[in-house]
């Protein structure tokens, strides 16, 4: 089974900074693309960002300018850093990872909390 290990979540004020780590327990190349997703109360987890294989990125339209994500091969390791952040940002962070046969594997969570 394969474990998602992620970091870096807690507590910021409004235009803080925050860079979260996702480290895969078996090497980061087995994976077609690793993303970050989020949920907030009451809502539905929704995509925050993917990197594939390649280095090819996508964006959700709200964080767009404010977060990046990339992926440091010799560490095994996708980050998202989040720069001005908001407090509709707050959310529980997911990563995610899917292989090249399609299966999704999910981490367990990471807390975001912007507030003044």
């Known amino acids: 089974q394969v474990q998602l290990v992620e970091s870096g979540g807690g507590l910021v004020q409004p235009g803080g900074s925050l860079r979260l780590s996702c480290a895969p327990s078996?090497?980061?190349?087995?994976?077609?693309?690793m993303g970050w997703y989020r949920q907030a109360p009451g809502t539905e987890r929704e995509l925050v960002a993917t990197?594939?294989?390649?280095?090819?990125?996508n964006y959700a339209d709200s964080v767009k300018g404010r977060f990046t994500i990339s992926r440091d091969n010799a560490r095994n390791t996708v980050y998202l850093q989040m720069n001005s952040l908001k407090p509709e940002d707050t959310a529980k962070y997911y990563c995610r990872a899917q292989a090249y046969s399609n299966v999704v594997h999910w981490g367990q969570g990471t807390q975001v909390t912007v507030s003044a």
């Open positions: 078996r090497s980061i190349f087995t994976f077609y693309t």
């Open positions: 990197i594939t294989s390649g280095g090819n990125t």
